[in-house]
C-alpha cells in the first residue's frame, strides 16, 4: 500500500510539474508538489492505521493552498520551512502511535 500511494504521488507530481511547465507557472510548483505529498498521507492514514497522518496530510495540503497565495519565491520559502516542520513534528509520533 505504502508502494502504491507513493508511486501515484511521484507520478501526481511529475504531471503537475509538466502541465506547470507548459504554462509558464513554475511559480506555484513547490506549494503544488506540498498539496500532492500532503493528499498521499491521507489514504497511508486510513490503511496503516496512522491517525496523525491525517493531521500531516491537512497541514501540508493546507499549508500549499496558502502559500499559492504568496508570491515567489516567499511562497517556496514559507512551503519549504513549513513543510519540513510538519514532517519533522509527525516523525516522533510513531514513537506513540503503535
Request: negative net charge.
Amino acid at each position: 500500500m505504502v508502494g502504491v500511494w507513493s508511486a501515484a504521488e511521484g507520478v501526481a507530481i511529475f504531471l503537475a510539474a509538466n502541465i506547470l511547465g507548459n504554462l509558464a507557472a513554475y511559480n506555484l510548483l513547490v506549494p503544488i508538489v506540498s498539496v500532492i505529498v500532503g493528499a498521499h498521507f491521507l489514504p497511508l492514514a486510513h490503511g496503516l492505521p496512522m491517525r496523525i497522518y491525517y493531521v500531516t496530510g491537512g497541514l501540508l495540503i493546507a499549508l500549499g493552498t496558502g502559500a499559492t497565495l504568496t508570491s515567489y519565491p516567499l511562497s517556496w520559502v514559507l512551503t519549504g520551512i513549513g513543510a519540513a516542520l510538519v514532517l519533522w513534528l509527525t516523525a516522533p509520533w510513531h514513537l506513540f502511535e503503535y
